[in-house]
């Protein structure tokens, strides 16, 4: 196992497996803790890498205050330690690189995590679809992944708390007019993926149909 701060309360763990693992893009896993006495905790994690024949898992964990199992994986969990992991899992929330229609990804926090995994598959892929993120986080340091997201023009993100004087991004929790704005800026109607946690995945796909989205066109994953 290997360990990556990607941000104060968020790490990247890649985890070795004993045979190669193949995912979709939106997927996750379950992660599985067993105490000496026996007692189990599981909870799930959206897949980072996907693709084909790997020998490894990569999972980006937020340590959640009083949580029962995440703290744990981030303060406790030591290079050489084993856990089980099954999986992957999903067949709704998933990017295959199939799909012809453009897509719209918004998440909150660490529900950017399978987000992001759809975002770096499209990119890899030779799909023509055009794809836009808008990535709502609390303040500039807690932005996951800010190789591929801060350098690329189809990423928005606006904090929420508090922002840095030279930020020149969004600021303020995301609005109708925000979401409204990115789904007129898109060549054909989106389909579009949310993922946080569910009261702003409630609003967001409200926001997301008055800006004229069907329901049958958004995709959501709830992380709490
Ligand atoms: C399909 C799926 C994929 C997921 N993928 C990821 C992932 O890639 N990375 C990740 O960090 N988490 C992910 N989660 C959330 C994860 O499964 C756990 O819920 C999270 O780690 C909290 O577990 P815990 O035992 O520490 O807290 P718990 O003891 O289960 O919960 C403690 C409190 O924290 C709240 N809470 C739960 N999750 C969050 C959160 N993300 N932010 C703030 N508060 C929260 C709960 O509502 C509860 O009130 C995913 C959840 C689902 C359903």
């Known amino acids: 196992m ?21 995912n979709i893009a939106g997927q996750h896993y379950e992660l599985r803790l067993t105490a000496e006495n026996g007692y189990q905790a599981a909870r799930l994690y959206s897949a980072v890498v996907t693709g084909t024949g790997k020998e490894e898992v990569t999972l980006t964990i937020m340590n959640v205050k009083n949580g029962e199992v995440s703290p744990y994986i981030s303060e406790d969990l030591k290079v050489g330690d084993e856990v089980e992991i099954r999986g992957p899992f999903g067949k709704f929330f998933i990017w295959t690189g199939e799909e012809y229609r453009p897509v719209f990804l918004v998440g909150g926090g660490s ?22 993120l808008l990535y709502s ?10 190789d591929d997201f801060l350098s690329s023009p189809d990423v928005a993100v606006t904090l929420t708390r508090n922002a840095p ?21 898109f060549e054909a109607q989106p389909i579009c993926y949310v993922c946080g946690m569910s009261l702003f995945v409630d ?20 992380f709490g």
Do not use: C, N
Not at 203 to 221: D, F, R, Y
């Open 111 to 132: 529900g950017v995590v399978p987000l992001h995994a759809i975002f770096t598959a499209h990119r890899d892929s030779k799909s023509k679809a055009e794809m836009k």
């Open 203 to 222: 609003a967001i796909t409200e926001a997301l149909q008055v800006a004229g989205i069907p329901s049958t066109s958004i995709k959501t994953e709830r």
């Open 165 to 185: 004087e030279d930020w020149e991004g969004l600021t303020g929790r995301v609005t109708k007019d925000m979401l409204g704005a990115i789904v007129d800026s």
């Open 2 to 22: 290997s360990v990556t701060e990607e941000s104060p309360t968020v790490k990247t763990f890649v985890f070795k497996t004993p045979h190669p693992i193949t």
């Open 137 to 146: 986080s609390h303040t500039y340091e807690e932005i996951l992944y800010k």
